[in-house]
């Protein structure tokens, strides 16, 4: 009987890492063939058949993209709405939650509802324009950081990690001297260290991703953001995209070393690797936190 058990979950054991290991073909081939895809020389790939590995290795794709002018101010500018948005949208984040899971603070479910209020009603996008122009943003660096400083379900995520720490802890710093700020500073923030990296990898992704900000509320092109140069420069290639399969063997003579699928491809890589590669630091904290400023007990 405990053979039969032992060999039935063994089974068990097996198919589940079966089952993970399709999952994990699935999810992660169709971004490997992009990436191949993006290597291989445009002519060449018109012929199909790339799978694993580009036939004729070439970085032109990526040469064409980064010839482009403004890429390289547009990540200068992603990359420092990036470093600035996200710590200080973090703090403020982590101080408004500190401050609504104090429920003795006066009109507390007031503030409570009014924030929740927010999250499933708007303005729109006129009136906002306009709430930015009269801030006087428009066309500013800071029309990045300021207008989504704070995410109300991020602030919720912290204001409900913040409330199952022990309050023992709070009320021994007290009778010590400390006062609010003491406490929030050396005390709450490293203890909420696993939910403050995942709201930051949530803000990092999101400023990184963000173009319709820059597309809607900036017309200087030393302020556009990384995605917004992308989306033009793809948007020039489209053409190419169009000219059909027959069209393309007949220039193959050519050898044109990139295409508009290839650019697309390029570009496609450009904008996600620096996430990937940041991924795997906050990877740890990620599940934790979710779970533990999810969970109310």
């Given amino acids: 009987m405990g053979k039969i058990s032992s060999l039935s979950e063994k089974l068990f054991e097996l198919s589940i890492y079966l089952f993970l290991s399709v999952i994990f073909v699935v999810t992660f081939y169709p971004f490997w063939n992009i990436l191949v895809v993006s290597l291989n020389d445009a002519t060449d790939s018109v012929r199909g058949g790339l799978y694993l590995w580009p036939r004729e290795f070439t970085l032109e794709s990526y040469a064409s993209i980064f010839r ?6 547009s990540v200068k500018v992603t990359v420092l709405r990036t470093v600035i948005g996200t710590p200080l949208s973090v703090l403020a984040i982590s101080m408004m939650a500190y401050s609504l899971s104090k429920r003795e603070l006066i009109a507390w479910r007031a503030l409570t509802l009014f924030f929740i209020f927010t999250m499933y009603f708007g ?24 207008p989504g400083l704070i995410g109300v379900f991020l602030m919720i995520l912290v204001r409900t990690y913040i409330e199952q720490l022990p309050s023992e802890l709070e009320e021994s710093a007290k009778i010590d001297g400390a006062n609010d700020l003491q406490i929030f500073t050396w005390i709450v ?32 092109p030393e302020l556009k953001t990384l995605q917004a140069v992308l989306v033009k420069i793809l948007n020039q290639f489209q053409t190419g995209a169009m000219v059909s399969e027959a069209e393309q063997l007949a220039n193959s003579s050519k050898r044109t070393p990139v295409s508009g699928e290839s650019i697309r491809m390029a570009v496609t890589m450009v904008a996600t690797l620096p996430i990937i590669f940041v991924y795997p630091f906050l990877q740890r904290f990620f599940v934790k936190g979710i779970m533990m400023g999810a969970i109310k007990s």
Avoid: Q, R
């Fill in 123 to 146: 303005g729109g996008l006129i009136p906002t324009y306009m709430i930015i122009k009269s801030l006087g943003l428009i066309d500013s660096f800071w029309v990045f950081i300021f």
């Fill in 68 to 73: 482009n002018g403004e890429l390289i101010n």
């Fill in 189 to 220: 923030l490293p203890l909420c260290v696993p939910v403050l990296a995942t709201i930051a990898l949530f803000i990092g992704i999101g400023h990184w991703n963000s173009w319709y900000d820059s597309y809607i509320y900036t017309y200087k």
